[in-house]
C-alpha cells in the first residue's frame, strides 16, 4: 500500500477544517459548506467539500478544486510531496515505510 491510501484510509475532513479555522461551516447531507480560507472570503457557500471521499470546491474564489492533499498544499503553499508527509503527521500516521506515489498531470 502506498502513502495516499493509508491517510485517505484515515482521513478526518471535520477535523482537518477545523484545524485551518474554516468559518461558517454547515453540512448539507454529506456535504460541508463553507466560507473558503483559501482566498479568505465571506460567502458561507462558497467552499463545498464532501466528508466522504474529502473531494472539494471553491465557488468564487478562483481557488479551484481538489482533494484533502490539494487542500494542504494550497493553505500550507507546499508540493505534493510535502502535503501527504504534512496530513501523515497531522494524522498521527506512519509512512516512513510506505511509497508516495506523485501525481500524474492532466
Known sequence: MDAVTTIKQH???DRLLE??????????????RSCCK???????NAFVISRET????????????GDMFTLV????????KDAVNWLA???????????IIERKPD
Open 11 to 13: 482521513m478526518d475532513i
Open 73 to 80: 498544499q494550497k493553505m500550507e503553499k507546499v508540493e505534493f
Open 89 to 99: 503527521n497531522f494524522y498521527d500516521i506512519d509512512i516512513n515505510n510506505l511509497e
Open 54 to 65: 474529502g473531494l472539494w470546491y471553491c465557488f468564487t474564489g478562483g481557488c479551484g478544486a
Open 38 to 44: 483559501i482566498h479568505g472570503g465571506n460567502n458561507p
Open 19 to 32: 484545524h485551518y479555522d474554516f468559518d461558517h461551516v454547515h453540512t448539507d447531507g454529506e456535504m460541508i
